[in-house]
C-alpha cells in the first residue's frame, strides 16, 4: 500500500527529547474481576506499540491505565523512570488519549469543537486550521456537530491530536467508522509524528500501515493461564 507523507509542516511535537513510557507488572481489575495480569511494555521516542486481542481482552482497559483514568491493582507506570502518578498532571500534559466516545458538541460548529478542545489542553488555537486540513475537514469547518456522520465525528476527535500536540498518543480503535481515505490521513499522521519523536499506543481490530510497530498480544496475560505471562515474550514485532 503506497504510504505518502502530504508536503505541509505539522506543528511541532512539544518534546523533541528522547523519552520512554513503560509498564511494570501491572495488574487490572475492573468489576473485582481480574482483566490482565502481570503485564508488562516499553515504548521509546518514535515507537508505536499496537495493542491486539480478542474482545474483553483488555485493550480498552490498557490505554485507560496509560491514560491514568484507571489505576492499576498492582504494578507501577513510569516516564523516564518516574511514576507517572506522582506527577499526574504532567503525565496529562504529554498525553492525548482518543477513546470510543466521540465528545462532539452537538450545537457548537466542527471548528469550534476542535477549537474547544485545543484552548482545553491549553495549546491555544494556533494548530487549528491545519488539524481540520489534517484531517480533510476543512469544508466541514462550519456545520454543526449534530450534524456530522460517525466518520466524520471520529475524524474531528482525530483533529484533537494535530490542534493540540504531545508526545504519546493513546488511540483505542481509531479506525471505527473510517473509510480507506480517512485511514490513509491517520497513517499519515501516525508516521509524521513518530518520526518527529512522538509515541503511539494503538487498540485495533483492523489493518492499520505502521511500520515497525511492536504488537502487544493482550490474551496473553489472561490471568489464570497455565503458562505464566512473565515465561513468553512480551512483545513480538508486527508482521
Ligand atoms: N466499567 C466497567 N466495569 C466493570 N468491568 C468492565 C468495565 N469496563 C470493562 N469491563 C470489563 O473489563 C474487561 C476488559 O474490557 P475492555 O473494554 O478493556 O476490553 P477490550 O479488549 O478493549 O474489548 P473490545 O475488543 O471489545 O473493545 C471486559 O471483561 C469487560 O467486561
Known amino acids: ?12 511535537c512539544p518534546s523533541s527529547s528522547p523519552a520512554v513510557f513503560a509498564g511494570e507488572g501491572l495488574l487490572c481489575v475492573r468489576g473485582e474481576r481480574a482483566v490482565f495480569a502481570n503485564l508488562s511494555f516499553r515504548v521509546e521516542a518514535g515507537d508505536a506499540l499496537l495493542l491486539v486481542g480478542p474482545n ?86 462550519q456545520v ?38 480517512s485511514i490513509a490521513l491517520l497513517e499519515d499522521r501516525l508516521a509524521r509524528h513518530r518520526a518527529e519523536g512522538g509515541m503511539v499506543v494503538l487498540s485495533t481490530h483492523q489493518d492499520i500501515v505502521l511500520p515497525g510497530a511492536r504488537v502487544l498480544a493482550l490474551d496473553r496475560f489472561a490471568p489464570g493461564l497455565a503458562r505464566p505471562a512473565s515465561a513468553r515474550p512480551l512483545l513480538e514485532p508486527a508482521s
Do not use: C
Not at 1 to 12: F, L, R, V, Y
Open 1 to 12: 500500500m503506497p504510504h505518502t507523507i502530504p508536503s505541509s509542516s505539522p506543528p511541532p
Open 144 to 181: 454543526p456537530g449534530r450534524l456530522l456522520s460517525a466518520g466524520q465525528k471520529r475524524r474531528a476527535n482525530l483533529a484533537r491530536l494535530v490542534a493540540a500536540p504531545a508526545p504519546l498518543w493513546l488511540l483505542d480503535e481509531p479506525t471505527t467508522a473510517l473509510d480507506r481515505a
Open 56 to 141: 474483553g481482552s483488555g485493550k480498552s482497559s490498557l490505554l485507560r491505565l496509560m491514560a491514568l483514568l484507571l489505576h492499576p491493582a498492582s504494578g507501577r507506570l513510569t516516564w523516564d523512570d518516574r511514576s507517572v502518578a506522582d506527577d499526574s498532571e504532567a503525565h496529562a500534559a504529554r498525553t492525548r488519549y482518543v477513546g470510543h466516545l466521540d465528545a462532539i458538541k452537538p450545537v457548537l460548529a466542527l471548528r469550534e469543537n476542535v477549537a474547544f478542545w485545543a484552548r482545553l489542553a491549553g495549546a491555544g488555537t494556533t494548530h487549528v486550521d491545519a488539524a481540520l486540513e489534517a484531517f480533510n475537514l476543512t469544508r466541514l469547518a
